[in-house]
């Protein structure tokens, strides 16, 4: 069945620094999005992605979709303590599916 | 979010009773779903519901049913729970089946001891 894979499941990186995780599909996604998690807390819906090479920006969050709608990116740029959660991929492989999430990457900032 | 509530918070309850978990929402949404997370595992899918008494199963229903009386109740059953029900369960909302995002409930941690 379709799966959804993010990269790496784990990161810990100094306030400030930026951040990057991937998500990957193995099959032709309809569309993307992507969730934080805070620790103790619920997702929350941050943003969807549907165009092929798509890219969107919230603020110093940049989000892309690939060319070929099989993967994804979510960056950081200047890390801050308020960035720590997980973030979470999530696909959908037609517009009739049911959307499929990614393990989630887990980010820890270093004050 | 205000619009999407999940009772109880927390429930430890014992192997072989059955549990119920309630999800209420306020924004007449179509689209409910029940999901448990664990670690290593995400959010995976239980059950969802696509409209009053129209449910179906997810990737992990086994154990687990499902009941939609009105538009803003979708309730959850652990009809006989197990330790491996042990996790945080949430339930989520969305209008047009997933796009545009899902709202998420608080969850529930539910303990099977």
């Known amino acids: 069945g379709q799966q959804v894979m993010q990269i790496p499941q784990y990161q810990h990186v100094q306030e400030g620094e930026d951040f990057t995780t991937y998500c990957n599909s193995s099959?032709?996604?309809?569309?993307i999005q992507w969730y934080k998690q805070r620790p103790g807390g619920h997702p929350v819906f941050l943003i969807q992605?549907?165009?092929?090479?798509e890219v969107k920006k919230q603020k110093r969050l940049t989000f892309q979709f690939g060319e070929a709608k099989k993967n994804s990116s979510l960056h950081i740029t200047a890390t801050q303590t308020t960035d720590v959660g997980t973030y979470f991929c999530?696909?959908?492989?037609?517009?009739?599916?049911?959307?499929?999430f990614g393990p989630g990457t887990s980010l820890s900032v270093i004050p | 979010d205000a619009g999407i509530t999940q009772s109880p918070r927390h429930k430890v309850t014992e192997t072989g009773t059955p549990v119920t978990l309630r999800c209420h929402q306020t924004?007449?949404?179509?689209?409910m779903y029940w999901y448990r997370q664990d670690p290593g595992h995400g959010l995976r899918l239980i059950h969802y519901?696509?409209?009053?008494?129209?449910?179906d199963k997810g990737e992990v229903s086994d154990g687990y049913s499902v009941s939609r009386s009105k538009t803003e109740d979708f309730l959850l059953t652990l009809e006989s729970a197990t330790s491996s029900q042990t996790s945080v369960y949430f339930c989520?909302?969305?209008?047009?089946?997933?796009?545009?995002?899902?709202?998420f409930g608080s969850g529930t941690r539910l303990t099977v001891v």
């Open positions: 989520a909302i969305s209008d047009l089946g997933g796009h545009y995002g899902y709202t």
């Open positions: 099959t032709t996604l309809s569309n």
């Open positions: 992605l549907v165009k092929s090479g």
């Open positions: 999530a696909g959908m492989k037609t517009s009739y599916d049911k959307v499929i």
């Open positions: 924004e007449n949404h179509r689209y």
């Open positions: 519901s696509y409209g009053v008494k129209d449910t």
